[in-house]
């Protein structure tokens, strides 16, 4: 395993050859146990019980859909290995509910959406794989060209600018979110925490990276979160940054776009000729003064009208 890994002084792991975390290059993902290094070493707060065991029921109902498209099927012993284990951590779930655990249907319903957002993405890869590769019925996952697909496709919208800035709005530590601004390390004011017990965990590891400047930077876009923290209410003054990562579209045009931070909701064309100009799969979309919405079938995230086009930019690499 080590020739095709490096770790560094926390235990965490990246392709040897590119250093990623996940490379489709190469084929590996090391994503799940970077998390739980960073726990081990005191970089990230500890999940629950509760927390891990809900990831392992998504992970499995994730990695069964999976299969089931797989071509050629997988033989039934590795099925019935998995459904084995969801039934194993179910159980164990319940077992929790029943002694008294609180947040076990929240804790499922987050592990649920995190893995719903790696099936869309999986599904606009291979959107994207299909346009590229008219005639052909079998993609082969990893790889370069899976790479590249990832990059141009999938990958959260692009930062427009180089310089380190801080997320106001996740804990560095805990990782957990917020709709209002987190107070950020006034050194180097390129990380936030929730408070000051979390700051005092996470310097272990910050402090090596601490590098004091003169002045804040300017503030990161929207995400879709800070967007429907203020209701059904346009955002003024502030952009919403997205990708367009999975095509929708029927009657109108629809997408499922990621923000900077990896969450994925929908945008809809509610314009006169049911499109938004010039947008495609794989385009970053910058919204000025959004405004969140939700839809009849559940979903959310973003209806744009006529008098929105003017607000909206449209890049395409």
Same mark, same amino acid.
């Given at each position: 395993m080590s020739s095709i890994?490096?770790?560094?002084e926390y235990g965490r792991a990246f392709c040897k050859e590119h250093n990623r975390d996940i490379c489709h290059d190469c084929g590996l993902d090391f994503r799940d146990m970077n998390r739980m290094a960073e726990e081990d070493a005191g970089l990230k707060k500890k999940r629950s019980e509760v927390e891990q065991t809900a990831e392992m029921i998504a992970v499995c109902l994730y990695a069964l859909n999976g299969m089931e498209r797989m071509r050629p099927r997988p033989n039934e012993a590795i099925f019935e290995n998995n459904r084995q284990r969801l039934k194993e951590y179910q159980d164990k779930l319940q077992s929790l509910k029943?002694?008294?655990e609180e947040g076990v249907d929240e804790a499922l319903r987050k592990a649920c959406e995190k893995q719903n957002v790696s099936e869309i993405q999986m599904r606009g890869l291979m959107q994207a794989w299909s346009k590229q590769n008219h005639g052909k019925t079998t993609m082969e996952i990893?790889?370069?060209?899976?790479?590249?697909?990832?990059?141009?496709?999938? $990958?959260?919208?692009?930062?427009?600018?180089s310089?380190?800035? $801080?997320?106001?709005?996740?804990?560095?530590?805990?990782? %957990?979110?917020?709709?209002?601004k987190l107070p950020m390390c006034t050194r180097c004011k390129t990380v936030s925490y929730c408070n000051r017990e979390c700051q005092v965990a996470a310097w272990k590891a910050h402090?090596?990276?601490?590098?004091?400047?003169? %002045?804040?930077?300017k503030s990161l876009p929207q995400t879709w979160a800070q967007v429907e923290s203020h209701g059904d209410s346009r955002v003024?003054? %502030?952009?919403?940054?997205?990708? $367009?990562?999975?095509?929708?579209?029927?009657?109108?045009?629809i997408f499922q776009c990621k923000d900077r931070v990896g969450v994925v909701k929908r945008i809809a064309a509610y314009t006169n000729d049911r499109r938004i100009p010039g947008l495609q799969q794989g385009s970053v979309i910058r919204w000025k003064n959004p405004r969140f919405y939700y839809f009849m079938d559940g979903s959310s995230g973003a209806r744009i009208e006529e008098?929105?086009?003017?607000?909206?930019?449209?890049s395409n690499r």
């Open positions: 890994m490096t770790k560094d029943d002694a008294g990893g790889g370069e060209e899976t790479q590249k697909l990832y990059e141009q496709f999938i $990958a959260p919208p692009v930062k427009t600018s310089k380190p800035k $801080a997320e106001k709005w996740t804990c560095d530590y805990c990782n %957990k979110t917020s709709i209002k402090k090596t990276t601490c590098v004091p400047i003169d %002045k804040e930077p003024e003054g %502030k952009t919403l940054e997205v990708r $367009a990562i999975l095509d929708e579209s029927m009657t109108r045009q008098e929105d086009l003017p607000n909206l930019k449209i």
